[in-house]
């Protein structure tokens, strides 16, 4: 079974801190590649994807993610994190030509300290 | 663009009952939408995949015959959980596929007394 890993469960920043949230999934194919967001209360928000072409990918909000295939990763970063930015973050995982399967990881919890 | 809604955002009934949660692609059509439950602190769970004018496809060990799913057009689908135990109270989340991507709904808060 695919299965998609955030290693980091709950990360503590303060404002202006950089952030790398880590992200890794098993499956050897070729694969599309999410970041959803879950502000506090609200619902789930695509943040960026990546499909094709450059393995930078820039998103909403000054997130940006880094598809590395040789690591099967795909990890998140941010320079300069703000309290706005206190959510829960899922990385999602959708092996191509396999159907509309999508793979969640756990989530990371982010906490950004004022 | 891609706005997906839900009702109730939250409802409480009493075991025994059935409940209905609708699902709505507002603003484009979704031949496939998604069902999910999340419980607190931890990931989405695939219930189901709902198919416009087919039968959902379900994960294992959730019961078709407890949650049922219809999609009868684009724009809609339905789970319904019947006969609703305690157990049963979760946070359910649709999604719909526009294209290769997901968009959520804002989901239901289930409570079952």
């Known amino acids: 079974a695919q299965s998609v890993s955030q290693h980091n469960h709950h990360v503590i920043l303060s404002e202006a801190a950089s952030l790398e949230l880590g992200c890794n999934y098993s499956?050897?194919?070729?694969?599309?590649l999410f970041w959803y967001v879950q502000y506090p209360g609200q619902h789930l928000q695509l943040l960026l994807k990546?499909?094709?072409?450059?393995?930078l990918v820039k998103g909403i909000k000054g997130f940006e993610a880094e598809f590395i295939k040789s690591k099967f990763s795909f990890n998140l970063r941010k320079p300069s994190v703000q309290w706005s930015d206190t959510a829960e973050y899922f990385c999602?995982?959708?092996?191509?030509?396999?159907?509309?399967?999508?793979?969640f990881g756990t989530g990371t919890s982010l906490t950004v300290i004022p | 663009g891609a706005v997906v809604s839900q009702h109730p955002s939250r409802v409480i009934c009493k075991s025994g009952t059935s409940v209905k949660i609708e699902c709505r692609s507002l603003?484009?059509?979704?031949?496939?939408m998604f069902w999910y439950r999340q419980f607190p602190k931890q990931s989405l769970m695939l219930m189901a995949t709902?198919?416009?004018?087919?039968?959902?496809?379900?994960e294992q060990g959730v019961e078709k015959d407890k949650f049922l799913i219809n999609h009868a057009s684009l724009t809609l689908s339905t789970l319904t959980v019947t006969s609703a135990h305690p157990e049963d109270s979760s946070f359910y989340i649709c999604?719909?596929?526009?294209?290769?991507?997901?968009?959520f709904g804002p989901g239901t808060r289930l409570t079952v007394l």
């Open positions: 999604s719909a596929l526009n294209g290769d991507t997901q968009y």
């Open positions: 499956y050897g194919g070729t694969v599309n």
């Open positions: 990546y499909f094709s072409g450059d393995p």
């Open positions: 999602a995982v959708i092996p191509r030509f396999a159907g509309n399967q999508f793979y």
């Open positions: 603003d484009f059509q979704a031949t496939t």
């Open positions: 709902s198919n416009e004018g087919s039968k959902a496809t379900y």
